[in-house]
């Protein structure tokens, strides 16, 4: 059984900066791509970025120059580091590992652009 924890999510005021985290854990025989998505009331869950198990990365265009996707594949863990953060980026952000080439996501974390 594959489990993935999430950390990092939190309220914080715009312009600020958050990290999340996302490590792997269990049976793993090899990880593929790693993501971070993002659920805000009301909207459909969008894709923020995404790393390839070479280092490729793409980001949505919202995100873009504020946000930084990275992994250490030695952890298993996947990270997001968050700049500049503003109100619209207030959601809940999941992530997504592809482990022995199934999807498994974690369990959100909440973070909060706020003054």
């Known amino acids: 059984q594959v489990q993935l924890v999430e950390s990092g999510g939190g309220l914080v005021q715009p312009g600020g900066s958050l990290r999340l985290s996302c490590a792997a854990s269990g049976i793993i025989f090899s990880i593929g791509a790693m993501g971070w998505y993002r659920q805000a009331p009301g909207k459909e869950r969008e894709l923020v970025a995404r790393?390839?198990?070479?280092?490729?990365?793409n980001y949505a265009d919202s995100v873009k120059g504020r946000f930084t996707i990275s992994r250490d594949n030695a952890k298993n863990t996947v990270y997001l580091q968050m700049n500049s953060l503003k109100p619209e980026d207030r959601a809940v952000y999941y992530c997504?590992?592809?482990?022995?080439?199934?999807?498994?996501w974690g369990q959100g974390t909440q973070v909060t652009v706020s003054s």
């Open positions: 997504n590992i592809i482990v022995d080439s199934r999807s498994y």
């Open positions: 790393i390839t198990r070479g280092g490729i990365t």
